[in-house]
């Protein structure tokens, strides 16, 4: 493939993401992609199995994203984005998509994959369970609630939830304060 040489040349032989240097893939940026160099990336065994679901998000492996994220590449800026958006629930993710700056056409870019991903399926609390609005939800571990000055304490119910754009989040009222919480955190009761 032309562009994998291309590709090798433009990372350094490395993870664009990471900078990891073993077991490197060529990557396509969905939701479409020609697969020149300009549209895919230069992606590790361990990002590219990440992305694709196939093993869980490890939020700390991530933390390389505030790296990538400068990127001048317009690829690697679109998968920063994504990733960063995906780990939004996260402090330091929130914080770096803040500071993140793209030109209007690869933002639309990154936001054409979001949307594609959210339509990509249900809300699931953390068993799996499928969500809906106005379902009882049960807190499955403490919370720290930003901004709010709080802890969400595990057990607490959240009565009447809404579903959210994204299928990660869902809002609830706690302590009298309607807040999002991430679906991976509840479960339903």
Known sequence: MP???????????????????????VYPVPPTSDLSAQQCVYLCQTCQSQIDGENELDVNHWRCLNDSMWNQEPAVQVMSYRLLHKLSSESWAQDALDMIYLEDDVRTWAEQGIAAAQTNGPTRDSNGAELQDGDNVTL????KVKGANFTAKQGTMVRGISLTDNP??????????????????????
């Open 168 to 189: 990660e989040h869902i809002e609830g009222k706690v302590n009298g304060t309607r807040i999002v919480l991430v679906a991976g955190y509840l479960k339903k009761a």
């Open 3 to 25: 562009s994998e040489q291309a590709l090798k040349q433009r990372s350094n032989n490395s993870c664009e993401l990471c900078t990891a240097t073993d077991n490197l893939v």
């Open 140 to 143: 499955i571990k403490d919370l």
